[in-house]
């Protein structure tokens, strides 16, 4: 069976992938997963993907396809294989779909749906110690004096990527992005979507339930 994983930042998306894939008794991999092994294994692909990233824009489609296609063709991934978080675009969809015609294609694409307001909810409220850095969040482990950290007195901040426009922001750059994938694999009949509001348990079993029947 050969399923992806899709969802915004803070979806609880990655939390499902494994135990999804250990359901289905394959592996699953994310793009991140990819380019950490190839800048470790120092591929000629690997190398690629670093001259964009430290230039500071995206790795084009056709390098981070290409990581795919090599990690797919794996003859250790030919029963299937969960793919979290990639196609992330609608030209990566077609790409993907084009490569893998000939194996049958994808079976299932699960999309974890959460509300805006939930994710910045979810995303933002984490704070860090100025000196020490321990990690604190708002809502579920908060300091036991707001703005001071609890092992050494340090200020407490927040990193600019948490802070709620910048995680607006992202989730907003993803959905624009998404929206045309989620509508592709819809249209093909492939597309179930998980509340991925509801209790860690239950998005879970609608997962499984999701990729069984
Ligand atoms: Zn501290």
């Not at 056709?62 to 793919?83: C, E, Q, S, Y």
């Not at 009949?189 to 079993?205: N, P, Q, T």
Request: overall charge negative; proline content about 4%.
């Amino acid at each position: 069976m050969r399923v992806i994983l899709m969802g915004p930042p803070g979806s609880g998306k990655g939390t499902q992938a494994a135990s999804i894939a250990n359901h289905l008794g394959v592996e699953s991999v994310s793009s991140g997963d990819l380019f950490r092994d190839h800048q470790k294994r120092d591929t000629e692909l690997g190398r690629l993907a670093r001259s964009f990233m430290e230039r500071g824009v995206y790795v084009p489609d056709d390098v981070t396809i290409k990581m795919v296609m090599d990690w797919i063709d794996d003859p250790a991934h030919a029963n299937g294989f969960v793919l979290d978080g990639f196609p992330r675009t609608h030209a990566q969809a077609v790409a993907l779909d084009e490569e893998i015609e000939s194996l049958g294609g994808i079976d299932r694409v699960l999309f974890f749906r959460v509300a805006q307001n939930e994710l910045v909810r979810r995303l933002t409220g984490r704070m860090i110690c100025r000196q020490c850095q321990t990690p604190y969040h708002a809502q579920s482990s908060p300091p036991n004096t707001e703005g001071v950290c609890d092992r050494c007195g340090g200020e407490l901040y927040e990193r600019n990527d948490d802070k709620a426009e910048v995680v607006t922001k992202r989730i907003q750059i993803y959905s624009d992005e998404t929206e045309p994938v989620v509508e592709y694999y819809r249209s093909g009949g492939k597309l179930r979507e998980i509340d991925g509001e509801a209790s860690i348990d239950a998005v879970s079993e609608a997962s499984l339930a999701a990729v069984s029947g």
